[in-house]
């Protein structure tokens, strides 16, 4: 493990591990492997190239790409100019990203050329870039930039109704990996990649392994089944993993078998179910379980928990991890009493620069607080230190909740709301679902002369998946002639969220429909309600407009696979999202016992055939 150095740079400190490491395996995308030396050379050439295209030092580059190698590249390409890339999920809607686009403002988007922006940003394909950049040295450059200047521009959710972008400097990257003990950071590990890039998540998973000499090992598909991740931890042989609470829960109950190879999990970006967690120790006892928390604004982890044989209750966050300081502190900006709760205040070396383009949030967000005499960042959340020193969350100070790891704030779903046509006004509350998933449910009141009806008709749920990511689109919608009100005149939410459950029985603009009759259909069906918790489901509504998410929907991927029904990639029920168009790309109509698997020795034979597929593919992408 490497010391942590405050004045190194990301791309100088891989330059340096390249050096030390040149022929050990970097990174494995399917059965492609790159050496730390294949890295460096890459992208020293593709820097030289994205020089010639204008870009230099302070500037931005959009990465609009999927988890690979080359997004890899690209990332150290854009730091070794002294620039900072702005990572962007594809699988967001074309207005949110426009909304990042506009402002982020980058010298070039950098990604696949099916990717493209619609909007008129400078675009260059970056399979063809790699390619172009072939026959430029590739010798490494003199070290451009300083530990202080921004990395990476991240967005997140805004309670303004557009997304802010949170400014991350090199130091605050090199101190989230090195001279760390949360998790173990050794050449001999391999970490898997999981997140998206665009989720703070990856920052821990590629550099964890990149700037110290382990292995990154990507999981190709862009939308990966519980199936597909336990395949790509034995392909690779991966020994760490970070999961979202919700993801790990799920893979606790349908594949905690193809956990086994790891050493260490970590999990975190919601609340750990104690049960769950219990059931993973004793299956793996030689493995390491930590909870990780912390906000984008602090890079990835202010906290972690490495979780024991006494964790039977709520499991705490932690206690601060090196370089980092950690505070509660009341209304006045001042400690609190030993025993007394108080918004959880980080600071240290993990601090964002503050929020791009926007420096009154940043002040009110990024304070330096006099009786710590530090800058800190006030999180929002409430937290108690417990008399062991660990620390344990209690929740929000404000209306910003953590849906499948990723930060929403609901003001920003209710002003999409607002802004649909037949809708006055809208208040968004969370309930929990079937299995304890949290869903959102939307209550709206209608324009004068609007009706239920014609709120029904407008179809928002579809229209909202075009400007939200879909995680941030609520699982019902309920009109209702006025809110409740509380004493001092304000929304009721309490009340709201009490009426959310019926809200989900009974969606605005979901008809009850046809129910399955042809017998794959109905065991599709079956799978579906008990998923969603609903008594029946009708066969040609959404899944998602019955209330379901992605989470869900691997739940109900992982459920079929269990059934021995064909292995369909999980990219194949987002694109058939009713039961019929499901049970047609399954089989169509043909009777369902005959592929019914209940032998478990044929699953396990079906696997281990996957497996060694996987390990034949010739998916290989040339860099």
């Not at 600071?347 to 964002?352: E, F, I, N, V």
């Not at 998410?549 to 987002?574: D, E, I, K, Q, Y």
Request: charged share 20%.
């Amino acid at each position: 493990m490497h010391h942590f150095d405050r004045e190194a740079t990301v791309h100088g400190a891989f330059a340096r591990q390249a050096s030390e490491t040149p022929f050990a395996t970097a990174v494995i995308e399917c059965s492609r492997q790159y050496s730390y030396a294949d890295i460096e050379q890459l992208s020293n050439r593709l820097a030289r190239y994205l020089a010639i295209k204008g870009v230099g030092q302070g500037d931005r580059v959009a990465l609009l790409a999927e988890r690979s190698a080359g997004a890899v590249v690209a990332m150290l390409a854009v730091l070794k100019l002294g620039a900072a890339f702005v990572p962007l999920d594809p699988v967001y809607p074309h207005a949110r990203l426009a909304a990042m686009l506009d402002d982020a403002r980058p010298a070039l988007v950098v990604g696949r050329a099916a990717l493209a922006p619609a909007q008129g940003s400078r675009f260059i394909d970056l399979d063809q870039a790699l390619a172009e950049a072939a026959s430029l040295p590739g010798d490494t450059q003199p070290d451009v930039g300083g530990p202080g200047d921004a990395a990476y521009v991240m967005y997140t959710s805004g309670s303004t109704g557009r997304p802010k972008g949170v400014v991350v400097p090199h130091r605050a990257i090199v101190r989230l990996v090195r001279g760390q003990t949360y998790a173990r950071f050794e050449a001999d590990e391999t970490f898997l990649h999981l997140a998206p890039l665009a989720f703070d998540a990856s920052t821990f998973e590629i550099w964890g392994a990149l700037l110290n000499g382990a292995k990154l090992g990507i999981v190709h598909e862009t939308r990966p089944s519980v199936d597909d991740i336990v395949t790509a931890i034995a392909a690779y042989g991966a020994t760490t993993a970070w999961f979202t609470a919700g993801l790990f829960h799920l893979l606790v109950d349908q594949r905690l078998d193809g956990l086994r190879p790891l050493r260490q999990i970590l999990a975190g970006g919601d609340v750990l179910s104690p049960s769950h967690m219990q059931r993973a120790r004793q299956a793996l006892p030689h493995c390491r379980f930590v909870n990780g928390y912390g906000p984008t604004e602090n890079t990835t982890f202010s906290c972690c928990h490495a979780i024991g044989t006494d964790d039977d209750g709520p499991i705490p966050i932690g206690r601060p991890i090196a370089h980092g300081t950690v505070h509660l502190l009341g209304d006045d900006l001042r400690p609190v009493a030993a025993d007394q709760p108080g918004q959880l205040c980080v600071g240290g070396d993990g601090l964002a620069l503050g929020y791009l383009n926007a420096p009154e949030l940043t002040a009110s967000k990024f304070v330096h607080v006099p009786a710590i005499g530090k800058r800190l960042y006030l999180t929002g959340d409430l937290a108690r230190r417990r008399p062991d020193g660990a620390y344990e969350f209690l929740g929000r100070m404000d209306r910003q909740i953590k849906l499948d790891g990723k930060r929403v704030e609901i003001e920003e779903i209710e002003t999409a709301l607002r802004a649909e046509p037949g809708v006055a006004d809208a208040a968004v509350v969370v309930c929990e679902g079937p299995a304890g998933a949290r869903r959102l449910v939307a209550f709206l009141n209608a324009t004068a002369g609007g009706s239920r009806d014609d709120i029904a008709a407008a179809g928002l749920g579809e229209r909202l998946r075009r400007a939200l990511p879909a995680y941030m689109v609520p699982s019902a919608f309920s009109v209702v002639d006025g809110f409740p009100l509380t004493t001092n005149g304000k929304i009721d939410r309490a009340k709201l969220a009490a009426a959310a459950p019926a809200a989900l029985d009974a969606p605005v603009g979901v008809a009850p429909g046809a129910v399955p009759t042809a017998e794959l259909e109905v065991t599709v069906g079956g799978v579906w309600a008990a998923v969603l918790g609903r008594a029946q489901v009708p066969r040609d509504v959404n899944f998602f407009d019955l209330g379901g998410t992605s989470l869900l929907l691997m739940n109900v991927h992982a459920r079929l696979r269990a059934l021995g029904l064909p292995n369909l990639p999980l990219v194949a029920l987002f694109e058939n999202p009713t039961i019929a168009s499901l049970a047609a790309r399954l089989g169509g109509d043909e009777p369902a016992r005959d592929r019914l698997v209940d032998d478990p020795g044929v699953r396990g034979a079906a696997r281990q055939a996957a497996l060694q597929r996987f390990r034949r593919r010739s998916l290989e992408r040339t860099l």
